[in-house]
């Protein structure tokens, strides 16, 4: 009886490390598949504030509250930006065509602005999106646009006008979009 307890006992403490160990690989490996869920969740919740973020930008482009509506397009001034050290105007906002199908093309040239003292600055650059016009502006579809004002000698603090001018595919010029008073805020 003594020598069954026995080799029962050694038995069991033979047997034991062995379902120990298989139970420890099996514990292991819901680990590593949390691991990879917290990982997976991880990722998730980075690309989600990723587009929060992008999703508020739209949404502060879209509630301007410099406002021109002419001829059809609906243009959203959202930011005026000087960069001191280089002495740029960096105008960013919306232009929304109402009307049918048809092409918005820059007008660089003829795109001024105008300070207080009288001094005026003629548009260096105007891209609507990364492109420089529209061949096909889409009815009901808001571009990003850009207009980049150089060489600007003094830190303004209001553009007293913006005078834009935007042409149509044969150079026919839209109706001048004028925007008065905006605050320019300098870096």
Excluded at 70 to 88: E, H, R, Y
């Amino acid at each position: 009886m003594m020598k069954q307890l026995s080799l029962t006992l050694l038995f069991a403490l033979f047997i034991s490390p062995i379902f120990a160990q298989q139970n420890c690989d099996e514990i292991k490996t819901e680990l590593n598949d949390k691991n990879e869920i917290i990982n997976l969740q991880n990722n998730n919740i980075s690309q989600l504030e990723k587009d929060i973020e992008y999703y508020k930008e739209a949404l502060g482009l879209l509630n301007s509250k410099t406002v021109v509506k002419q001829d059809g397009f609906i243009l959203k001034i959202n930011s005026v930006t000087g960069i001191s050290n280089n002495g740029v105007i960096i105008i960013e906002g919306l232009v929304e065509n109402k009307n049918e199908l048809r092409a918005l093309r820059k007008n660089a040239y003829k795109t001024i602005i105008y300070d207080s003292k009288g001094n005026n600055y003629k548009a260096a650059e105007v891209k609507f999106g990364n492109f420089d016009h529209l061949q096909e502006f889409q009815k009901d579809l808001p571009v990003k646009f850009t207009i980049t004002f150089r060489n600007i000698t003094e830190e303004m603090p209001v553009i007293n006008n913006l005078t834009a001018i935007f042409t149509n595919r044969t150079g026919k010029e839209y109706e001048k979009m004028i925007f008065k008073n905006l605050t320019v805020n300098w870096d």
